[in-house]
């Protein structure tokens, strides 16, 4: 059973080859009651540390990436008064240029619509098991986000960064080969 801020969240993690639609995401958080709307799109760069990249390729864990990014938009709302959040990340082959992410935000101020937007997405690529690896011209490599990277060395630290946060998910962005763990870390 869906609850109501269920209700004004879009998660949707789209299969390969099927691009991002910007503008069904804006339409989804524009509301008459709402004067901001702040989005974020991450795309594809064509150059990484002097290396040209050719496309980026991005797997999931499906319910766990889903789990997490429905809690990170619960920690958003129980900071910010929002009205709506949409949320897309691509899978499979992301080409240069293209929009791998991309989040929208609504809020009566936009205040609360910016600050909202860049917590979800740096939780995003913090926490959710979304993984990506970068393909250049001469070789390919697995990337973890600064972000993860960041919240790891707190948690070593025993900064308690994941105590500390309402919800979301914590140390669980790992690739695994032979599979992924099958819940957030809450």
Request: net charge negative; proline share 3%; hydrophobic share 40%.
């Amino acid at each position: 059973m869906a609850n109501e801020e269920d209700e004004k969240n879009l998660i949707e993690i789209l299969e390969e080859n099927v691009s991002i639609d910007i503008a069904k995401y804006i339409n989804y958080v524009q509301s008459p009651s709402c004067g901001a709307i702040a989005t974020f799109s991450g795309t594809t760069r064509d150059t990484f540390d002097g290396n040209q990249v050719l496309e980026l390729r991005y797997e999931a864990y499906l319910p766990m990436a889903i789990r997490c990014t429905k809690s990170i938009c619960s920690s958003a709302r129980s900071s910010w008064n929002l009205h709506s959040i949409a949320v897309a990340h691509r899978l499979g082959p992301v080409p240069v240029g293209h929009t791998s992410v991309f989040i929208a935000v609504s809020a009566v101020h936009r205040a609360e619509a910016l600050d909202a937007c860049k917590f979800l997405i740096d939780e995003i690529k913090a926490s959710v098991p979304i993984w990506k690896k970068e393909v250049y011209v001469n070789g390919e490599v697995w990337k973890e986000n600064s972000e993860f990277l960041e919240r790891r060395i707190d948690i070593v630290k025993g900064n308690g960064v994941c105590s500390e946060r309402k919800k979301g998910c914590c140390a669980v962005k790992v690739k695994v080969e032979s599979g992924a763990p099958d819940s957030c870390d809450n």
